[in-house]
């Protein structure tokens, strides 16, 4: 049912800075919480950061504590992530992605099987 569509993907110097957006359709976006996921050529796919529908609950995995941060315009029905600092070790496909039930507030910890609709993946590659 949603449609999700990300952008702001490329190739990037180590140490440089991308923000990746992901536009959703739907009239009740933002009721549901949002994240970002990257897979990596031969990995799995692995949570990055995400956020409740009201912006207020956000989660950063480790490795991008400090480097990432996550947004949200529900106005705009967009979702962004604002990417500094960038080493080889982020160069994957980024994907967006919605929950799977509404109102949800404990955005950690969560997996692919939690999620909806994805977005096509946007892909970043951060040369040494």
């Known amino acids: 049912q949603v449609q999700l569509v990300e952008s702001g993907g490329g190739l990037v110097q180590a140490g440089g800075s991308l923000r990746l957006s992901c536009a959703a359709s739907?009239?009740?976006?933002?009721?549901?919480?949002m994240g970002w996921f990257r897979q990596a050529p031969g990995k799995e796919r692995d949570l990055v950061a995400a956020i409740s529908g009201n912006g207020v609950n956000i989660y950063y995995a480790d490795s991008v504590k400090g480097r990432f941060t996550i947004s949200r315009d529900n106005a705009k029905n967009t979702v962004y992530l604002q990417m500094n600092s960038l080493n080889s070790e982020d160069t994957a496909v980024y994907y967006c992605a919605v929950d799977r039930v509404p109102f949800r507030m404990v955005v950690g910890g969560r997996g692919p099987a939690d999620c909806g609709s994805w977005g096509q993946g946007t892909k970043v590659t951060v040369s040494s």
């Open positions: 739907g009239r009740l976006f933002s009721r549901y919480a």
